[in-house]
């Protein structure tokens, strides 16, 4: 609950502590001089005046504490409630990266290729991997989606599968677990040094040619590299289970869900390494809505505006 668990828990363990101290105070009131009755205090003025004298100094440096803390508490709750490590972590994350991108920008400048690319994002069975293909064999150019594994692979050092599965997906859609996935003292995870390799293969391959980028944050790694057609394609839940079960069979009764975290990790993966919102129509070139229109369409269109 970060720190707003470690305020509610602070919450009761003094209300229970003062709870305790009247109920300890009552058992003993006649064995002790202590009592909280009002008929047994005085009011003397020399004795009140080295009361406040200590007093009133210890009240504003305890005021101080707390509008201290209750500040500093609402910055960390701004950091996925409040969780500090993962503040930290991500912090340092984002300044690895960023020291990875000032070494290449550092580097000298090279010409934009002239020749086009499409990268096309997408929701979770929306069928964007089917109509970058499409789109790639009317314009009769390569198609880069699971092609683009092995390349990752062999770049990175790491098995297909785990390029495979943490290609385009965080490890959870929650900040606090991302920045706690395997970092290391310089802030990395094997995560980041996937994207760093993922971004390599891709970079190289928008300088071979035209061709179609299926996912993996392509449309926004050749965002300052190639002239680049930037497509998002998207569906309701509804049409997007409709295809999954006839075109893949899958009868899961999850489904739906499986859809909901599926785009919720790639949502989150896209949003860590870009710093951009995942499927806002702002950041795309064209949005398309494959159920509506359906996948003959959005190919057409993507064909026409290419």
């Not at 002790?32 to 004795?47: A, H, R, V």
């Amino acid at each position: 609950m970060g720190v707003s668990g470690a305020a509610i828990a602070t919450a009761v363990s003094n209300t229970i502590s003062l709870i305790f101290f009247l109920v300890v105070l009552f058992r003993i009131r006649k064995k002790t001089c202590l009592t909280i009755s009002p008929k047994q205090f005085t009011l003397k003025k020399e004795i009140s005046g080295k009361v406040l004298s200590v007093g009133f100094p210890a009240a504003i440096s305890v005021l101080l504490v707390c509008f201290s803390i209750s500040l500093l508490t609402a910055l960390l709750l701004r950091h996925e409630g409040g969780n500090i490590l993962a503040a930290v972590l991500f912090i340092r994350f984002k300044k690895s990266l960023a020291r990875h991108t000032e070494k290449e920008q550092a580097e000298p400048a090279e010409t934009l290729p002239s020749h086009r690319i499409v990268a096309i994002s997408r929701e979770f069975g929306s069928g964007g991997r089917t109509i970058g293909k499409e789109v790639a064999a009317q314009l009769k150019i390569p198609c880069y989606d699971s092609e683009l594994i092995e390349k990752i692979a062999a770049q990175s050092g790491f098995a297909k599968e785990y390029v495979e599965k943490y290609g385009e997906y965080a490890v959870s859609a929650s900040l606090y677990e991302n920045a706690l996935a395997g970092r290391t003292r310089d802030g990395q995870s094997d995560s980041d040094k996937l994207w760093l390799a993922q971004q390599k293969v891709i970079t190289d391959l928008a300088k071979e040619g035209p061709c179609v980028i299926v996912g993996r944050c392509a449309d926004f790694i050749l965002r300052n590299i190639a002239d680049c057609l930037t497509v998002f394609i998207h569906a309701s839940e509804e049409k997007r289970a409709e295809r999954i079960v006839s075109v893949y069979g899958e009868r899961d009764e999850k489904l739906m869900q499986r859809i909901r975290d599926k785009d919720k990790k790639r949502k989150a993966y896209y949003e860590i390494y870009t710093g951009t919102e995942w499927g806002k129509a702002d950041n795309y070139d064209l949005c398309l809505d494959s159920g509506v229109l359906g996948m003959d369409k959005c190919v057409q269109t993507i064909k026409e505006l290419y």
